[in-house]
């Protein structure tokens, strides 16, 4: 009880210090007038610094992020039926990713519950943090080069199915890439899309795939706790009519590390992409049957990969509040593991010896001190978002949970909250 009361009177000490505060909000919303039609139209319109608030998507078409600090958040309390289409399952022809680039050092994006198509992140001296974010629908799902300092915290990173790649044939697609990336993923599944089965119909010919590596790791450092990562499954053989048989096809890798990358791994099961079942070849009086093989696991070209024994907590918290409404955090893990909350108005990394794993609050504000985990591993945190201030429409704080095993304190999940003026 004292350390969940220590939290409240922390943030809301927080609140009154002085938060990473914006004087404008930016509204997307097609549907009602008075608002940006397009995210790109409220990007291009924003001042570094603003915070932009979409209402609930359907579907949010990709809009490009440059040398500018930005919170994009996604108000899913509002009924919006999105300003775009879905595109096909594709390959990346690097005009459909959502993009962020040219960030210079200082520099902060900000992704809280949106959903991509696909997202993409090249030359960010800053800092990108992706806070319940999902990109699912073109391969790569992600890719992230030269980023100096990438967090994502709950999100889930899937390559397309059956992508059309070439001579008719449809592999599954990479769920993350990374390629000289300083990274810190938490609670965040990685898949590599599934391959198509084979079908053949009028002009296309016969359709078939291997399912995809689910993440590539090249140069960079990746630390990952609480993940899972799970290459795509093969496109089921099959023998038509006439006896013709068509094997079934290889399942996709789950990690492949190379460049040098050094990952440090946590609770993170890597698991490879199933072989399709095919007819039996027995059966068939021409092509080729069987089965697919399963994809590898893990495979390290170049780099290194470290398994830690630790266990791992979990950060709940919703991703906006308003002011002088109610703002909860749920803290789970193994009970009796001892528990530090960390605020901060900023969230830049930061590596000191006392704990093991990025800080992701940079120095922070308040540190507390919560006890020990119950017998249920469920530790909640219950307060009230302060006051803003007087012309301040929102702002921003860093919540992170450390965790105290083996004498020493290792660095768990963290997560940013928007607070919004009640006005809003």
Partial sequence: MVGKLIACVAIAWIGMAGMA??????IVDPINPGYFPTAQAAVDAAASGDVILIHFQYNLPYFEVAGKSLVIAADKGQPFFGDGKLLNHSMDTGSTHTRIHDLLPGQRVVLLDVDFEGLQLDNVQGQVWLEKVNAFHIAPAMRATAVNDLVIHDGHLSGPDQVLFFAGVQVGGSGLETYSTRAVLHAVEVHGGKGSSWECAGTTGCLSGPGSLAMLASSGQLWLSAASITGGNGGLGVKDGAGVCHPGEDGGDGLLVGGGAILRLTDVPIAAGLGAAGPDPASCSLGVGGSGEDGVALTVVDGVVQNLNYDTLALDVQAIAAEQQPLT??????????????????????????????????????????????????????????????????ATITLQVLSQQGGKYVAGPGAIVLLLDSSI
Avoid: E, W
């Fill in 21 to 26: 505060r914006s004087q404008s909000v930016l």
């Fill in 329 to 394: 955090a749920t803290i789970s893990g193994p009970p009796n593991t001892g528990v530090v909350l960390l605020i901060s108005t900023k969230s830049n990394r930061l590596s000191i010896g006392a704990v093991d794993g990025p800080l992701l609050t940079g120095v922070p504000d308040v540190v507390v001190f919560l006890g020990h985990l119950p017998a249920s591993g469920l530790l909640s945190l219950q307060g009230q978002v302060p006051d803003l201030g007087l012309g301040v429409k929102a």
